[in-house]
């Protein structure tokens, strides 16, 4: 494992802006592409870990392929920051990600990467086929990017951090990361605001935007704000589009705790078999279990929502369009935190820089 405190800082100066950007092009570029070693390895990352299905790997590498990997989109999206060509003051930062859907670390990766910062990566245990397959690719394409890319089981030594976690674990990184710049990153969820004139394929792409992934993402929803005298039967016939869930033993082991404790606490409920409609406040909701909670004033709550730090995206008129919510653009950061605009300015922070 390479020595992460001993850099070679002239090496990490000889790929420019440009040379990244060509490199992170064709990464999406093999991302979209039936290669049969890129086949293998999203085989074993659906074998490695029962919750990342296949389909769901392969929305994963879509919208990161499509959405961010595209050359036009990388230029005009870094054009915003007027970073130097090469960095004059490398930095080591160091990326813990997490690994609740496929991939959901590598945001964080490529802000890194293409700002011209060295990338210390550890990927989660739960993701870590995917991610540490691209990154090795990368090296391979061109070996100079081993001074801007390591993967590495522990991370310290480092200039800077970029964390994702629970809440737990947040306390755990500012106790040893605090004294650095850092991002950390805690638990967060998303809402949606529905008024009752949603369109049918409306509610279909809000479908979606709750229980793609199993809805184990930041941006899914797990909580519905909807008016008084709602009628909930047009979602609960759209949510049946994933009926098939049910038979994934874990999903369905979910569901069906759920409903028991539903049952035995007295507590009223709404299912269309596959997942459970319960009013309650909290914004975050287990596995095959949405939340909802009634408004009375909309414009009230939108701006009681945008105060909330809980919440990752709203999605509903006036805000992200359904369907969209799992479909973040380069400039979507998590948690709001400007992440290519913190590592801009990182070696102002770092007193050791």
Not at 66 to 77: G, R, V
Not at 275 to 297: C, D, G, T
């Amino acid at each position: 494992m390479k020595d992460v405190t001993n850099l070679n800082a002239k090496a990490i100066q000889q790929m420019d802006l440009a040379q990244r950007i060509i490199l992170l092009n064709k990464l999406g570029a093999y991302m979209r592409s039936d290669e049969a070693e890129w086949t293998r390895k999203k085989q074993e990352a659906a074998q490695k870990n029962p919750w990342f299905l296949p389909q769901f790997i392969e929305t994963a590498v879509f919208n990161i392929a499509t959405h961010f990997l595209q050359e036009n989109l990388l230029q005009e999206w870094i054009n915003q920051y007027q970073f130097p060509a090469t960095q004059p003051i490398p930095q080591k930062v160091g990326i813990i990600m997490a690994g609740n859907i496929p991939l959901v670390g590598f945001h964080d990766f490529l802000c890194v990467f293409i700002s011209g910062h060295h990338a210390i990566v550890k990927p989660s245990s739960k993701d870590e086929v995917l991610i540490t397959h691209l990154l090795q690719k990368l090296i391979a394409w061109a070996p100079a990017l081993a001074d801007y890319i390591t993967i590495a089981q522990q991370i310290n030594g480092c200039n800077a951090y970029i964390t994702t976690g629970s809440n737990n674990s947040s306390r755990y990184f500012e106790h040893y990361f605090g004294k650095y710049p850092n991002i950390i990153r805690r638990n967060r969820t998303s809402v949606a605001i529905l008024t009752g004139r949603e369109t049918n394929a409306e509610l279909a792409a809000l479908a979606s935007d709750i229980q793609l992934y199993f809805g184990l993402g930041c941006r899914n929803v797990t909580k519905l704000y909807v008016p008084t005298n709602y009628d909930f039967i047009p979602l609960l016939q759209a949510l049946k589009q994933y009926d098939y869930y049910m038979d994934f033993h874990k999903y369905k082991h979910n569901y069906d705790y759920q409903l028991a404790v539903l049952i035995m606490s007295n507590q009223y409920y709404m299912t269309n078999e596959s997942v459970l409609l319960v009013e309650k406040e909290s914004l975050f909701s287990p596995i095959a279990q949405i939340h909802y909670s009634y408004y009375q004033n909309i414009a009230e709550l939108q701006q009681n929502l945008l105060q909330q730090e809980d919440v990752q995206c709203i999605i509903g008129q006036n805000n992200l369009p359904f369907g969209k919510a799992q479909q973040p653009a380069l400039t979507d950061y998590a948690d709001g935190v400007d992440t290519l605009l913190f590592l801009k300015n990182v070696h102002q922070r770092n007193p050791t820089a």
